[in-house]
């Protein structure tokens, strides 16, 4: 009899053979969600995958579950214009409903009826609600969908010293220097405040009031990619980041799901 703790909590990982004996110990699937996008000059394309990742290998220890393949695209509707093309690649809204709707519908028949869909990208959160929507109301499943920069509020008030921050600022790259450090490139960060539109994306990482406009976004805002200030990063500042989040997220399964 083969035991979940001696495999690889990674259905990517596994024989057919292994994820059914895998199934028998349980029943919630995690399910990553990322993009392929620029972020600046210092870190990696792949920064909203390493970062779901990494949380999504810490909770599935937490709670004995099974961590789905990730998906790897988005929606990329703020970097798609010329300036930021090269190294940005963008899912359509229809097509994200769908690949996620898919995937989730194919856990489920695997029987995974407890899905968590961790998203590291801010382009994807309403195709993610739409699809989570669709497949709830069709299957009964339970399906948690996080955003994972709106659950540590208390800890980034006690780390974060930058004022502002939207994109590969001071929290972004620290939360990757906790996961990958081998890939940031902290001697390329530069730090830079474009001008926003009125009330559009206050802080992305403190709340506060947003109009929530839609714009192109391209070097005509950020000349770096840059929406923040890096040079402020440190991976002690991740490593609490990361670990609040986990926290947030146990204790939702532990509350809601396993009364």
């Not at 779901?52 to 790897?72: C, T």
Request: hydrophobic share 40%.
């Amino acid at each position: 009899m083969l035991e979940l703790a001696n495999l690889n909590s990674e259905i990517n990982g596994m024989t057919w053979q292994e994820l059914s004996e895998a199934l028998k110990r349980s029943d919630i699937a995690i399910l990553p969600v990322g993009s392929v996008e620029q972020h600046g000059p210092h870190l990696p394309l792949s920064s909203d995958q390493i970062v779901p990742m990494e949380i999504a290998r810490r909770v599935a220890k937490r709670i004995n579950a099974l961590i789905a393949p990730i998906i790897p695209w988005g929606d990329e509707w703020a970097f798609i214009f010329k300036e930021w093309r090269t190294g940005t690649f963008h899912l359509r809204p229809e097509t994200m409903i769908n690949l996620v709707e898919d995937i989730c519908n194919s856990l489920i028949g695997n029987g995974l009826k407890k899905i968590i869909i961790i998203n590291g990208h801010g382009g994807n959160p309403p195709h993610i609600s739409l699809a989570a929507e669709k497949v709830v109301l069709k299957t009964g499943a339970k399906i948690l969908a996080v955003n994972w920069w709106m659950l540590h509020s208390k800890v980034t008030s006690e780390v974060k010293e930058s004022k502002w921050e939207i994109h590969a600022g001071e929290l972004e790259t620290s939360v990757v220097l906790a996961a990958r450090p081998d890939l940031v490139h902290m001697d390329r960060a530069v730090a830079e405040i474009p001008k926003m539109p009125y009330m559009t994306y206050p802080d992305n990482w403190s709340g506060g009031d947003n109009i929530g406009y839609l714009y192109p976004v391209g070097v005509n805002v950020s000349a770096s990619g840059v929406f923040g200030d890096p040079s402020k990063a440190s991976k002690e500042k991740g490593e609490k980041i990361i670990d609040a989040v986990v926290e947030n997220i146990v204790t939702f399964v532990e509350r809601e799901w396993r009364p």
